[in-house]
């Protein structure tokens, strides 16, 4: 068998949006290009983001050189952290691209002491032995956007992360052409290009076209609040609102703990530019108030720094300090991924309820960040690459690609759909990728505070939740008389309504009652967790078969004490003890005149005697008390 020089495998970003993560194998050398996140479907109740399974690389952590990122995007630097974690090498990106990443970094207590970022350039160059590692310019919604080209012994593997072309871009957004003419000409052999936008037919409108539309609205509804829901990382959406707030003399208010971060990091790094006279440009938040309301912009976001669900929050009025009314006009600078499509519909319904005014910027103009067809055909002559891996996209965008390129040459067997897991070996003889030795790739998916995956037990059970219900059923048994001494007690939420249904309730506990009897009857070793598993099964199977649902069982058994402590006191105990009591009362040597200390127990409150019966004590205690006065 031939000897393997160099192999790509995709951990995500393929058949997928978001996620982005590719390894490229050179020898015995590991180079991980970007380490990003997807945010959750809406089936995937509860989970916050999803992000690669990193179980090959670490085993084969010895190999890793290092990751190298393409811009400071979720989708390609949210899960660094998680990768960090398990795997503690260098990192590599531009002064901008790592400014964010440490901001993800240092969310994670673990990691408070890393600190191996590596800043580049698009014209540097980073030498591994024979493999050099060199960057290009890109076109993208965030500054510093590059792609890498990995030069290797056995032919260049150029990575454009996401990328689209834009004649009007600025630095730091422009192209670099004459790098791609160059890197074309020293021949590509495999490129992975960004295909996520080349669905749609048409060219994506440039920046300066949507700098206008977004001045023009606000100068449209000059009477009327703004509240502009953006992704966080989108600077340079930003960077538009900014302006038009600026021309239109309107104060901004930055809703998002994620937006502030990355308002601030773009400043600081002077990633964003404001006007001269920007001191009075910012307000706080907590001060609305104070400002008119037609004098105001909310730059918006949520969680993880998409703003959809943040949206949805304050149309549902659950927000401490926006509300939306009649004369607000809501502004969604942002295209909503796929996962979230069905919950920006149901949000702009209830936007509309409130009486507020929606404009959403795709349906005015094609803004995307990432290729158009002609971009990616565009692209494809750049490079001229002998084999192709669309990424970046779902399947059905994959299958767009892969008819654009043989548009422009690149043969059908050269064109790779590939799938998470997937390892394209290269022949050294033959200089031909094949498909070969692929794993299993799951998704990680993170939940709360973000320690562990969740799982598919867990999400599945969350879905029976969802869908069909708890019940939980507690009994108390007898092992030695073995049975059950106490009727079961089922309890149910969100399953059926139990007023309706107390003839199922009944039948359910005399099932439980007969599968407990039925175990303890039968079992000579008793263990607890086969008795529950019984319970659960039996009740789950006499659920279905009367319902035709499976709520998720919660079996609660308990067992009566059967370890009592006895009482040990004999007869004639009780005398002794009165004996003890009165010689304890009895006045020691040398204290002849001393009264003897009367100690008074408290009587509870429901057994204390009556009014008169307390007078005629207290009486009796007085009497008592001049008799011993007149002894002594």
Do not use: C
Request: aromatic share 8%.
């Amino acid at each position: 068998m031939v000897n393997t020089s160099l192999s790509i495998i995709p951990f995500g970003g393929v058949r997928e949006n978001g996620k982005n993560m590719y390894a490229v194998t050179v020898n015995d050398e590991i180079y991980i290009l970007d380490a990003g996140l997807k945010y959750p479907e809406t089936d995937l109740l509860g989970v916050d983001v999803v992000v690669p399974d990193f179980n090959y690389l670490i085993d084969h952590a010895d190999q890793v050189v290092g990751v190298f990122l393409t811009h400071g995007h979720a989708d390609s630097i949210g899960a660094l952290p998680y990768l960090l974690e398990a795997l503690r090498v260098p990192v590599f990106g531009t002064e901008f691209t790592l400014a964010l990443a440490k901001e993800q970094v240092a969310k994670r207590p673990s990691l408070s002491d890393f600190n191996d970022y590596n800043v580049i350039t698009p014209d540097s160059v980073v030498e591994f032995g024979k493999t050099k590692v060199s960057f290009f310019s890109t076109t993208h919604s965030i500054p510093e956007s590059v792609g890498i080209v990995l030069e290797t012994e056995y032919g260049q593997v150029v990575y454009t992360g996401d990328f689209k072309f834009d004649n009007t871009a600025q630095v730091p957004y422009k192209t670099d052409y004459a790098r791609l003419t160059q890197i074309g000409q020293r021949g590509v052999l495999a490129l992975l290009a960004d295909s996520n936008g080349v669905e749609l037919p048409g060219e994506s409108a440039n920046e300066s076209a949507i700098d206008e539309f977004v001045f023009q609205t606000f100068r449209e509804n000059a009477d009327r609040r703004i509240i502009v829901a953006t992704v966080a990382s989108n600077v340079q959406r930003i960077q538009e609102v900014i302006n038009a707030s600026f021309q239109t003399g309107r104060k901004i208010a930055i809703s998002g703990n994620d937006l502030e971060q990355v308002v601030k990091t773009a400043l600081d790094s002077k990633r964003l530019q404001l006007p001269t006279s920007y001191n009075k440009l910012f307000t706080n938040i907590k001060n609305l108030k104070s400002v008119e309301p037609n004098k105001l912009v909310i730059l918006e976001t949520g969680k993880m720094g998409e703003p959809i669900r943040d949206l949805w929050r304050m149309a549902n009025g659950d927000d401490r300090y926006v509300s939306f009314n009649d004369k607000d006009l809501i502004f969604i600078a942002t295209t909503p991924s796929v996962a979230s499509e069905s919950i920006m519909a149901k949000t702009r319904d209830m936007i509309f309820r409130r009486g507020a005014n929606v404009i959403s910027i795709k349906d005015h103009v094609h803004s995307s960040g990432h290729a158009s067809q002609n971009d990616l055909q565009f692209m494809l002559n750049f490079m001229k690459p002998t084999y192709f891996f669309p990424v970046s996209g779902e399947y059905r965008v994959f299958s767009v690609a892969d008819f654009l390129a043989q548009e422009v040459g690149i043969k059908k067997e050269n064109i790779f759909l590939s799938m998470k897991g997937d390892q394209y070996k290269l022949n050294p003889e033959t200089k031909q990728f094949k498909l070969e030795d692929s794993f299993e790739v799951d998704d990680t998916m993170i939940d709360g505070s973000g320690n562990t995956d969740v799982g598919n037990i867990v999400l599945r059970d969350r879905k029976m939740l969802s869908e069909d219900g708890v019940v939980i059923a507690a009994a108390t048994i007898d092992r030695k008389k073995k049975k059950v001494v106490a009727a079961p007690r089922i309890t149910t939420r969100g399953f059926i309504f139990v007023k309706t249904n107390r003839d199922l309730i009944h039948d359910s506990a005399k099932a439980m009652v007969d599968q407990i009897e039925l175990y303890l009857a039968n079992s000579e070793d008793f263990d607890w967790n086969d008795l529950k598993s019984g319970v659960k099964e039996a009740l789950s199977k006499f659920f279905y078969e009367k319902t035709k649902r499976r709520p998720v069982v919660m079996p609660v058994v308990m067992e009566v004490n059967q370890n009592r402590r006895p009482n040990n006191k004999k007869k004639g105990d009780n005398a002794s003890a009165k004996k003890e009591a009165a010689e304890d009362t009895k006045k020691p040597a040398g204290s002849k005149n001393r009264k003897p200390r009367q100690r008074v127990k408290s009587t509870p409150r429901s057994i204390r005697p009556k009014k008169e019966t307390m007078e005629k004590i207290n009486a009796q205690l007085a009497e008592r008390k001049q008799l011993e006065e007149n002894n002594v």
